[in-house]
């Protein structure tokens, strides 16, 4: 897949694209064979919210080693319809992943996400640019009772936002101050929800604001994110670094594979 031109004048403007049904039934079967696996590890890449201990996150799925590794969310990761379309859109053919992470957001039980921006704890990991992007496709159906993600449309243009710590969920965030808020909902368009089937995507910009509620619904909802980097834009050393896991070290270019890299990481799986 390639975007067209003005595919990549409209992330400029707006911050996001949107991609329904990005990938096929087949393909996101078999992610979710991978998201079942992996929420089974005992892992600090793993994190669990409440009394039921529902896993809220898993990280580093793109890898090849460590506890989480997935052949399958690896081969997503380099598919041209991920990989291209964030190269296209950061304007750069170098680059690399800072984080891969899978929200579970449980049934009934899974928290919100704040409204916030992502860039302020990339920044704080050491990245000057806001030159960074992030694909998400969602595993599950996303619908506003599933807590589904909102984005503010052109915010991403307000540059970095003064933030405030939020620790009132299992993961704590760098989220917009709500007088900020208030006043960027009143400046920029309606919030536009990421609702689709499985296999629906979304890309968008380190500094585009957005947010998800509570998970009212029965069924749990699942969403991947890659978060992509300009490799000339990596991380300078900071002191006390995070973990691997979030930020990344491993600055070497990704190579765009096969579309159908999914499906035959599916295959090896399955053998
Ligand atoms: C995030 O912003 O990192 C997560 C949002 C979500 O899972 O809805
Ligand atoms: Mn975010």
Request: hydrophobic letters at 35%; aromatic letters at 8%; a negative charge.
């Amino acid at each position: 897949m390639e975007l067209t031109p003005e595919q990549v004048k409209q992330f400029d403007r707006d911050g996001f694209l949107l991609f329904p049904n990005l990938f096929s039934g087949e393909e996101v079967d078999i992610l979710r064979q991978e998201t079942d696996r992996i929420s089974q590890i005992r892992s600090e890449m793993v994190v669990r919210e409440g009394e039921t201990e529902a896993v809220k996150i898993m990280f580093r799925l793109h890898e090849t080693d460590g506890e989480t590794a997935s052949p399958a969310f690896r081969a997503a990761a380099h598919t041209p319809r991920i990989l291209r379309a964030a190269q296209q859109c950061l304007h750069d053919d170098d680059v690399y992943m800072h984080h891969s992470k899978l929200n579970m957001k449980a049934a009934i039980e899974g928290s919100a996400w704040m409204w916030h921006q992502d860039f302020h704890a990339w920044h704080l990991d050491g990245i000057a640019e806001p030159n960074m992007a992030t694909m998400t496709v969602v595993l599950t159906e996303a619908t506003p009772l599933n807590g589904c993600m909102y984005v503010l449309p052109g915010s991403h243009r307000e540059g970095r936002s003064d933030p405030r710590r939020d620790e009132s969920t299992a993961y704590k965030l760098w989220v917009a101050k709500t007088p900020d808020m208030k006043e960027y909902m009143k400046k920029y368009p309606e919030p536009v929800p990421i609702v689709g089937g499985a296999g629906t995507a979304a890309l968008f910009h380190c500094n585009l604001l957005h947010a998800s509620g509570h998970n009212l619904s029965a069924e749990d909802r699942w969403q991947i994110f890659f978060c992509f980097n300009q490799c000339k834009n990596r991380p300078a050393d900071v002191e006390n670094p995070r973990p691997d896991y979030v930020r990344s070290r491993n600055w070497t270019p990704l190579t765009v594979s096969a579309e159908d890299g999914i499906v035959t990481a599916g295959r090896e799986l399955a053998a």
